[in-house]
């Protein structure tokens, strides 16, 4: 993304993301992600090329943004301040809390749009890359003896797992459930 989202936004700018954002949710309500094209999205949002080229390199690059605006909506709070043993259920729920605030709207996409095509595994690499910085500080140290990136990649993997199984591939599950089986895999089956 060429502008730079951790920096203060002008009103005009987050005026504009805003319309592209719309825009291509609502796009992606009607057809599959990869036959709307970047006219498509100008024309829907009111803004030229020009100005959609000066944000996003391309139609990827606004998904991945529009992925971003969505998980800004969720109540990701900082792990390091949740008991150790609480941490992957607070991960999960938030990461679960997200896809369950946006249901209506992945229920509309996912009509257009298969579960193993390019926009899903977008989302499902967004999500992982979320869960994985959480991840991080959720690491227990003292039980394993390999590095914490690595852990982090296994927790975040196995919570990837678990909310793809529940959300994206149409198995539900209550939270209890979710909390069962992220911890059971993180367990070694147990």
Known sequence: MKKDLNGRLTRGTIRTL???FDAMMGLLR?????????????????YPRATFYNY??????L????????????????????????R?????????????????????????????GPLF??????????TRILMRTCTDHERHELPDELIADHYASTLMLVLDWAY??????????????A????????
């Open 18 to 20: 805003d319309a592209f």
């Open 30 to 46: 009607t057809k599959p992600f990869t036959a709307i094209s970047v006219n498509e999205l100008c024309e829907a949002s009111s």
């Open 56 to 61: 996003f390199d391309d139609r990827d690059d």
């Open 63 to 86: 998904m991945h943004y529009c992925w971003i605006a969505l998980a800004g909506r969720a109540n990701m709070i900082d792990l390091e301040s949740v008991e150790p043993e609480r």
């Open 88 to 116: 992957v259920d607070v991960a999960l729920d938030a990461m679960a809390d997200l896809l369950e605030s946006n249901a209506d709207l992945l229920a509309a996409i996912l009509e257009h749009n298969p579960a193993d």
């Open 121 to 130: 595994i977008g989302l499902r690499t967004f999500i992982a890359e979320r």
């Open 168 to 181: 994206l591939r149409g198995h539900t599950l209550t939270r209890t459930q979710l909390h069962h089986y």
């Open 183 to 190: 911890h059971a895999l993180l367990n070694d089956g147990e």
